[in-house]
């Protein structure tokens, strides 16, 4: 199968670096050359770490897999997977151009935004769906896959099996609301989490989400991993849709430079790496 991510950021290279892993070719879609420079380091960061743990044996026949592109028209006749920005005029904008290039099954792995409308960007939406991979995609095993009004079964029990293929976990989504499954109960975590900042610090939060919950990451800690801008937009679509997902903070956090661990700080300094938990 060929694929083409649109989007090489944080998700799109993760997206697809899994299916190079897979034994796909993939191509990776930017418009800016930096921004695929850094996904392809990323990418081999990644396989060097998971050679070293013995779940990939060969880094190099996998990146051989991967090429990069600035030209959209490459996307012909690939399956895509779209991984741009969190904002329904550029998803839109982009689903436009392409779905006249292609007859596969387009998919988003949008966070937040609901299919249906991103379908209407999209010629013959019955092969548009959603495709919701986590944060970091390499490690994390559950893939949403939601159906939007227009999709049709065939396409979507097609995605559902492209996903198993990957070694992953497809979460069958048949109902197309604001945050899917996971984000409407993860949403919902960080703003509790969030409320509690004016008593406690980040740490303590943390604290009791990673030795009381069980959880592999504190919640404040995984804003931060998953980029305050990005929770940030979410949490502005999610007012825009009635949806309680608020964390006040965050505005001025973003506003001041602070993304988490993209930019080095957030709600912990990352700049040497992940940031230990102290009570
Ligand atoms: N590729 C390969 N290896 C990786 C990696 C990657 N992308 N990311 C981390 N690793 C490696 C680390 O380098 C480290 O290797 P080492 O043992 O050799 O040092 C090892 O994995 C373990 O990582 P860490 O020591 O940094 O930390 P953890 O043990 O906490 O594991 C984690 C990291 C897997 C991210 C874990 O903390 C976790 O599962 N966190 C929760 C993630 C989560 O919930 N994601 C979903 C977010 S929500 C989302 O994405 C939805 C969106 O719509 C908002």
């Excluded at 299919?115 to 019955?126: C, W």
């Excluded at 893939?143 to 070694?167: C, P, Q, W, Y």
């Excluded at 700080?265 to 992940?274: E, I, L, P, T």
Aim: charged residues 30%; proline residues 4%.
């Amino acid at each position: 199968m060929k694929v083409f991510v649109i989007g090489s950021g944080v998700m799109g290279s993760g997206i697809g670096q899994v299916f190079a892993m897979a034994g796909h070719e993939v191509t990776l879609y930017d418009v800016k050359e930096e921004a695929l420079k850094k996904a392809m380091e990323g990418i081999r960061w990644s396989l060097q770490k998971l050679q070293e743990k013995g779940s990939v044996k060969d880094v190099e026949s996998v990146l051989s897999r991967i090429f990069t592109s600035r030209d959209l028209s490459e996307a012909r006749d690939h399956l895509v997977i779209e991984a741009v920005f969190e904002d329904i005029k550029v998803k839109s904008d982009v689903l436009g151009r392409v779905s006249p290039l292609t007859d596969e099954i387009i998919a988003s792995n949008t966070s937040s935004l609901p299919i249906t409308e991103l379908s209407r960007a999209v010629r013959n939406p019955e092969r548009f769906l959603g495709m919701h991979f986590f944060n970091p995609p390499v490690l994390m095993k559950l893939v949403e896959v939601i159906r939007g009004d227009n999709t049709s079964e065939e396409r979507f029990r097609e995605a559902l099996d492209i996903v198993k293929s990957l070694g992953k976990y497809p979460l069958p989504v048949r109902k197309d609301v604001f945050g899917f499954v996971v984000n409407r109960i993860l949403f919902r975590l960080f703003t509790s989490a969030c409320a509690l900042l004016t008593q406690y610090t980040p740490h303590e939060i943390d604290y009791v989400a990673i030795k009381e919950l069980g959880m592999p990451m504190g919640l404040i800690m995984l804003l931060d991993y998953t980029g305050l801008d990005v929770n940030y937009d979410i949490s502005k679509e999610a007012e825009r849709r009635g949806f309680p997902f608020k964390c006040d903070v965050l505005e001025g956090m973003v506003k001041s430079g602070k993304l988490g661990r993209k930019s080095g700080q957030g709600f912990y300094d990352w700049s040497k790496g992940k940031p230990e938990v102290k009570a």
